[in-house]
């Protein structure tokens, strides 16, 4: 079992920075694949990043690409998300998520531990 737990959101204005993070304790964070979702209010999860234990190429949905980073440290079991040039559609609750494959994908459904979520808010 892996628990996750984000931190970093907060409610800043258009164009403004935020770094959200995630820490996971119990078994090993190195051989999971590990990722970023998002849930707007009346819209479903969707993608932002993810990135493979290997630390390889990350993935980006293409409303993020250029503005978001991910990046993982193995070491001190740790995920982090720099949101750079946010916008008030980046608003939404921020998941971070694992799955014990090696693989990156987008379906939210194949990832098998998440987070509690944590609320990122732009304002225009």
């Known amino acids: 079992q892996v628990q996750l737990v984000e931190s970093g959101g907060g409610l800043v204005q258009a164009g403004a920075s935020l770094r959200l993070s995630c820490t996971a304790s119990?078994?090993?964070?190195?051989?999971?694949?590990v990722g970023w979702f998002r849930q707007a209010p009346g819209k479903e999860r969707e993608i932002v990043s993810a990135v493979s234990w290997s630390a390889g190429t990350p993935y980006y949905a293409d409303s993020v690409k250029g503005r978001f980073t991910i990046s993982r440290d193995n070491a001190k079991n740790t995920l982090n998300l720099q949101m750079n040039s946010l916008k008030p559609e980046d608003t939404a609750v921020y998941y971070c998520a694992a799955r014990s494959d090696w693989r990156v994908v987008a379906d939210g459904g194949r990832y098998d531990f998440w987070g509690p979520g944590t609320q990122v808010t732009v304002s225009s």
């Open positions: 119990g078994r090993t964070f190195n051989f999971y694949t």
